[in-house]
């Protein structure tokens, strides 16, 4: 009974009243779970692929990342929605939020549907365009196919979880992200190497049981949704496409879409620069992305919790406790960059070898490890408030600072590295700290001038 009554009183709360702080956390916390379980998928996959060899490896890191960016326009579209639907409920306007929700369902399947069919009949040429070896392609496409296939999945998840925590309830999908990443950390091993009655399927097992899982956590999502367990109960009454509510949609979104685009190929052309120096750098490269990955999940689902406070603090007009609570989720995020820092430097290589043992590949990749600890913290207040931004509807500004972060700094300093010095692999590290820095400086400037504040939505 104290449960059901505490579960009404969370799913019936008001954001935009009481302690800037508390609220915070409870809404942050089942994000950083749920955030941070999914993260766990590729992070298992890459686990025990590892046991496959640097190839296996190298082509799961790429074809990854390559599947990520197919992903990137729709995740533009979730921020919109997101942004839509956070702004409404502050405003208390439930009808409204739920009219978006549909819009998003409708455009979200049709793009799913187009990114399978690319990722079919495509998937050599994509990774072929990097310049990576015949044996990276071979293990890549078969793992990013099954990826751009099960963006369909990935849809299922993105709406359901975005709209519930849009509206401010982060607890269920949390228990909806624990289920299916509980199987999935079971059926990974068992489609990879055959375990028991399962076919060994190889890279393609890693990829098939993501599919597979999120899929289960689509359906539980749209279950939840739909029988009014969540804040808000969702229906296809009177479904039809709205071209007003998808050009707001859009508006929003784009710029996060973009940015998303770029942050894909950006990784993509480093990869490309990074293979210069061979299969074992492209390796350690992946297995250093999928360790920050933890920590940047941690600080990002504080900037998606921040988001979704300062979105309905908006929508109710509140707009310095929108600031206020920007500002605590970036001194959380500090912390626990500087915690992930003191981690790294002490057990770097133990980390690098869950995934595998060879000493080239561990000595190197735990020299990329501890060099980025020189501008986590930065990295951590980039996450924070560019996803706040986001969250306010404020994406073009984030969109902007990108840009020029990643194309005006980033990959020029590269190049120049690679073509004009000696310092080869370690240039490129240091010229990453470098932008992680910058970009966390920038982004605190830009959100303490306060122009946020005038966006309207």
Known sequence: MGTKVQNKAYLTRDWTQGNITGNLLSLAWPVMVSQTINTIGPFIDLIWVGKLGSASVAGVGIGGMAAMMGNAALAGLTMGMRVMIGRAIGAGDKETAIHYARQYFLIGATYAIVMALIGIFLAEPILGLFGVESDVIKEGASY??????????????TFSEGTMQASGDTMIPMRIALTYRLLHILLCPMLIFGIGFFPKLGVSGAALSDVITQGLGGILGLFVLFSGFSRLKLNFNNLRFDPSAFLRMVKIGLPNSFMAIQQMLSMLVLVGFIADFGTTAVAAHTIYQRVES??????????????VLAAQNMGAKKPERAAKSSWVASGFASLIMVLGAIILLIWAEPIVRIFNSDPSLVEMAAAFLRIACAALVPLGINGVLRHTLTGLGDTLAAFIMEIVFTWGMLIPLVWLSNNFTDFGIWGIRWILVIRNFFGGLIFALYFWWGKWKTKKI
């Open 294 to 307: 933890i920590l940047m999940v941690l600080t990002m689902s504080i900037g998606m919790s921040s988001g």
């Open 144 to 157: 990013l196919r099954i990826l751009f296939i099960g963006i369909i999945t990935m849809t299922l998840i």
